[in-house]
């Protein structure tokens, strides 16, 4: 049983990391529609430093994760070195199922699978 939040989100807001698991789950417990859902998700994520953080964190996080975390930063413009850093992490021959997040404009550019 682990009581402690995991390393990777030490440095991390209770929303942010709520934001990882959203990301993680593919916005699958969401009440919302698709559209709504990807535009609160973009909404939440509209903050350059908590970006940062979330970029930093996601590194241990599955593939997925940092995909569609990548494609929502494209769409709001984010950091292009950030960006950059979770397309390298990233196999450039697997495509990643985004769920209810592949309405995200940049998901096929993240490897959203169809």
């Given at each position: 049983?682990?009581t402690?939040?995991?390393?990777n989100?030490?440095n991390l807001?209770?929303?942010e990391?709520a934001?990882?698991e959203l990301l993680?789950?593919?916005a699958r417990?969401?009440?919302?529609?698709?559209?709504?859902t990807?535009?609160?998700?973009?909404?939440?994520l509209?903050?350059?430093?908590?970006?940062?953080?979330?970029?930093?964190?996601?590194?241990?996080?599955?593939?997925r994760?940092?995909?569609?975390?990548?494609a929502?930063?494209?769409q709001?413009g984010?950091?292009?070195r950030?960006?950059?850093?979770?397309?390298?992490?990233?196999?450039?021959l697997?495509r990643f199922?985004f769920?209810?997040?592949?309405?995200?404009?940049?998901?096929?550019r993240?490897?959203?699978s169809?």
């Amino acid at each position: 049983m682990r009581t402690r939040r995991p390393r990777n989100r030490e440095n991390l807001s209770e929303r942010e990391s709520a934001l990882l698991e959203l990301l993680r789950d593919r916005a699958r417990t969401s009440d919302l529609g698709a559209a709504d859902t990807c535009a609160r998700l973009l909404d939440m994520l509209d903050d350059p430093r908590a970006f940062a953080r979330l970029t930093r964190a996601a590194a241990d996080e599955p593939p997925r994760v940092r995909a569609i975390l990548g494609a929502a930063g494209e769409q709001l413009g984010m950091d292009a070195r950030l960006l950059k850093k979770l397309r390298a992490s990233l196999n450039p021959l697997t495509r990643f199922d985004f769920g209810t997040l592949k309405c995200l404009q940049a998901a096929d550019r993240w490897q959203a699978s169809r």
